[in-house]
């Protein structure tokens, strides 16, 4: 879905200095590398369901899919200016150019890589902000709170769903959902702002740095108690006012809600009926099976579980396919696409700022 994931960015990452100059060049170049053997692999392995697809868009009303590529283009948009209102909410900032791209890479790195791809995207993402001059407590706490709010603002549209189809005990069931997932993860940000319980956490993880040192030879140089205890109270620091808890949470909806409008801009496109009542529901079973990242941007599986969804809704086979495979041309490989420019973009002008340096 549009971002690929829900909890992607929750998370607290580590400080990380990053890859030393000498190194960076040669990062790069494995990245992109590792990039184009990605998309030829994926091209190679899914050539026939390719195939099949191209021939499922032909009679579609194009206009619709434009119109629905925007709407998902302005989606992403959410997600980065999202970024943006919390990192100035903490102090920092990012430039609007350079929030877009390393989103849309971002989100090209988690959908090109199955099960590891939203563990890769939040490194990337965080390693990103933090060169871009925002600390390292800044971007983790951005970055735990950006999902926390992505996922209480899709409980709150599947459960509108829900009671669009007169099903108060799925309404319900979506936010008791929700509660599980984000109290925890709200509980341990707000640990952080509590001074013993800060002391305690950093008792703790120095011992297991102090137990991970006789393997990891980084761990034993320096003050890790120190840096420890440093991170976790500049952590505990940060404060989300009225107004950029307003916006990180209205940017995070509008996120979930343009994609399901995409999805139903897709079917005009095909000449189907949107199934309103279900439609919500719908979008959400190829959210969930997206989420699974059991194949490469869940080629396949969200495309199965989509148009199954879609069916069960009313529609015929004959125009669910056709409606998912639209919506998945601009959801999936329309923003993979982009990002995949940004990142090649990204390493070719890393190459040249080092060679201009070295020179």
């Not at 970024?83 to 390393?102: D, I, M, Y």
């Not at 139903?264 to 079973?285: C, D, F």
Request: hydrophobic share 55%.
């Amino acid at each position: 879905m549009s971002g690929d994931g829900t909890a992607d960015r929750v998370a607290v990452a580590p400080e990380d200095p990053g890859p030393s100059p000498s190194r960076r060049p040669v990062v790069q170049v494995l990245l992109r590398v590792v990039l184009v053997l990605a998309v030829v692999v994926l091209v190679a392995l899914f050539r026939h369901r390719i195939a099949e697809w191209w021939d499922g868009l032909v009679g579609v009303a194009w206009k619709w899919v434009l119109l629905a590529a925007v709407v998902q283009l302005v989606s992403m948009q959410c997600l980065v200016q999202q970024q943006r209102v919390l990192l100035r909410a903490g102090g920092g900032g990012v430039p609007l150019g350079a929030a877009t791209s390393t989103i849309y890479a971002g989100n090209t790195i988690s959908a090109s890589l199955p099960f590891a791809g939203a563990a890769a995207s939040v490194g990337y993402t965080y390693r990103r902000l933090h060169a871009l001059g925002n600390s390292p407590a800044l971007v983790s706490w951005a970055l735990a709170v950006s999902g926390i709010a992505a996922t209480a603002t899709l409980a709150a549209v599947l459960a509108f769903g829900s009671a669009m189809t007169g099903s108060v005990a799925g309404a319900v069931g979506a936010f008791l959902a929700t509660a599980a997932g984000v109290l925890p993860v709200l509980g341990i940000v707000l640990t952080f702002r509590h001074a013993r319980t800060r002391a305690w956490l950093v008792r703790l993880a120095s011992r297991v740095a102090r137990l991970l040192g006789r393997w990891v030879p980084a761990l034993r140089d320096g003050p890790v108690e120190g840096k420890i205890e440093d991170f976790l109270t500049s952590l505990g620091s940060f404060r989300l006012g009225l107004p950029a808890a307003t916006g990180a949470g209205l940017f995070a909806l509008a996120n979930w809600v343009l994609d399901v409008a995409c999805l139903a801009l897709a079917l005009e496109a095909v000449g189907a009926p949107v199934p309103w009542q279900g439609l919500v529901l719908a979008w959400a079973a190829g959210a969930l099976a997206s989420s699974a990242r059991l194949t490469p941007g869940g080629i396949g599986v969200v495309e199965t579980a989509l148009a199954s969804a879609l069916v069960a809704s009313g529609l015929p086979a004959s125009q669910a396919v056709p409606a998912v495979l639209v919506y998945r041309l601009v959801s999936l490989w329309l923003l993979v696409a982009i990002g995949a420019v940004f990142l090649l973009a990204g390493s070719g002008a890393g190459r040249r700022t080092a060679r201009d340096t070295t020179g």
